[in-house]
């Protein structure tokens, strides 16, 4: 909001798409490689709803997968896992969900 200048607009909420094409665009601009979308992220949509969506990898393939309806949230992942990270992510890997249907 800009001083003496009330103006209030409706909620939006950010999707995760949005979130990794504004990464994106920083990292096109920046040229410093720190999220390169090679990246490993969790991609996680109305947690603890009967709709929950929570899908893992890279930024690329997350932006390609659909969370529908917000809330959404993009957790980006170190860059080395623990082990037990590591079976976390690939139990919740997006491309293993084409695979098995």
């Not at 939006?12 to 490993?40: D, H, W, Y």
């Not at 890279?58 to 992942?77: D, M, Q, R």
Request: glycine content about 6%; overall charge negative; proline content about 4%.
């Amino acid at each position: 909001m800009m001083k003496g200048n009330q103006i209030y607009e409706p909620s939006r909420f950010m999707t995760i798409r949005e979130a990794i094409g504004q990464l994106k665009e920083v990292e096109s601009r920046r040229q410093e490689n720190v999220c390169p979308m090679s990246a490993r992220a969790f991609g996680v949509a109305r947690i603890g709803a009967q709709t929950q969506t929570i899908l893992s990898g890279t930024l690329e393939e997350l932006a390609c997968a659909e969370f529908g309806p917000p809330l959404h949230s993009l957790i980006i992942c170190a860059r080395t896992l623990h082990e037990v990270e590591s079976e976390f992510f690939e139990m919740f890997h997006c491309q293993s969900e084409k695979t098995s249907a």
